[in-house]
């Protein structure tokens, strides 16, 4: 049984760098063809995909935050970490971690989810 844990601060300032960490449990982030995704939820809205690091540490971004985000991964620790920078208030969300097969980035393709973890931006 696969288990994600999403990690970091549920505050963060306007202009400053959100940080998330997943940590995954019962399988490889590095077993082939599986991607592992930053989704997030904003109050009253949709999930939003933001982005995935591949097996082979690939990277992939949505488009209209690929200019803010990085996603990296410290395969002894079994963790990849999302950095989105210069937040505002509308990056408030749930955001989660999760694990697909494929590169869709469709929300019915994934198969384990994090619990989810808040994120407040504001002063």
């Known amino acids: 049984q696969v288990q994600l844990q999403e990690s970091g601060p549920g505050l963060v300032k306007p202009s400053q760098t959100l940080s998330l960490t997943c940590t995954v449990s019962g399988g490889s982030i590095t077993t082939n063809n599986y991607y592992w995704s930053w989704i997030r939820q904003p109050p009253g809205k949709g999930l939003e995909w933001v982005g995935a690091i591949g097996y082979i540490g690939n990277t992939y971004y949505s488009p209209s935050l690929e200019s803010r985000t990085s996603i990296s991964r410290d395969t002894s620790k079994n963790q990849f970490t999302l950095q989105l920078s210069s937040v505002t208030p509308e990056d408030t969300a749930v955001y989660y971690c999760?694990?697909?097969?494929?590169?869709?980035?469709?929300?019915?393709?994934?198969?384990?989810w994090g619990q989810g973890t808040k994120v407040n931006v504001s002063s």
């Open positions: 999760a694990r697909e097969h494929n590169t869709e980035w469709n929300i019915g393709d994934y198969d384990y």
